[in-house]
Antibody
Framework: QVHLVESGGNVVQPGRSLRLSCVAS????????MHWVRQAPGKGLEWVAV????????QYADSVKGRFTISRDNSKKTLYLQMNSLRVEDTAVYHC??????????????WGQGTTVTVSS | QSALTQPASVSGSPGQSISISCTGT?????????VSWYQQHPGKAPQLMIY???KRPSGVSNRFSGSKSGDTASLTISGLQVEDEADYYC??????????FGGGTKLTVL
């Protein structure tokens, strides 16, 4: 079965860093573009970042550009999100999600259950 | 990267058909065939229902269909069922290598 499992969420103070991980199973991870999408409490979905299948192309939402870094290790079938200079408004459930192909912009056909990041003093 | 515009809520009775609109601009919804739709039940991960404006993934009921006219995309659900009650989000390529979501629509099946 196709699965994505996120981890790494925690409660952190503003200005601190956190790294999220997403382990894939049940499909050929290395041929799919991968996304991070977040959802603040009681709010809608917000796209965060995408990486191409080989990790060479990475794009970000303006709200996280310069603070967050998406990366992947295809040998470990793992997607990462390094989050620096965290702000209260970054508080959300963070989902990793798979693109149906190597093309980044078709949307997301497989989603993980998410990991919760709370930024609070 | 402005959010796409969706109605906050829609409702219908079992067996009826409803449509949810998603309005963007000529820079996003109107310029690419890259609108997708997601269903999200409370506490669950989103599920892809439509991609590339009109395509339905395998396993998704044919009661769900997508369409687009100009800068507005629509999701239509026919033969409403109680289990269709959920939040629905549209998403589009936003230009400049970004994706943009709509604010979400809460569907109530009366």
């Amino acid at each position: 079965q196709v699965h994505l499992v996120e981890s790494g969420g925690n409660v952190v103070q503003p200005g601190r860093s956190l790294r999220l991980s997403c382990v894939a199973s049940g499909f050929t991870f290395s041929i799919h573009a991968m996304h991070w999408v977040r959802q603040a409490p009681g709010k809608g979905l917000e796209w965060v970042a995408v990486t191409s299948s080989d990790g060479s192309n990475r794009q970000y939402a303006d709200s996280v550009k310069g603070r967050f870094t998406i990366s992947r290790d295809n040998s470990k079938k793992t997607l990462y999100l390094q989050m620096n200079s965290l702000r209260v408004e970054d508080t959300a459930v963070y989902h990793c999600a798979r693109s149906p192909s190597g093309y980044e912009w078709y949307g997301m056909d497989v989603w993980g259950q998410g990991t919760t990041v709370t930024v609070s003093s | 990267q402005s959010a796409l515009t969706q109605p906050a809520s829609v409702s219908g009775s079992p067996g009826q058909s409803i449509s949810i609109s998603c309005t963007g601009t000529s820079s996003d919804v109107g310029s690419h065939n890259l609108v997708s739709w997601y269903q999200q039940h409370p506490g669950k991960a989103p599920q892809l229902m439509i991609y590339m404006d009109t395509k339905r993934p395998s396993g998704v009921s044919n009661r769900f269909s997508g369409s687009k006219s100009g800068d507005t995309a629509s999701l239509t659900i026919s033969g409403l069922q109680v289990e269709d009650e959920a939040d629905y989000y549209c998403c589009s390529y936003g230009g400049s290598n970004t994706l943009v979501f709509g604010g979400g629509t809460k569907l109530t099946v009366l």
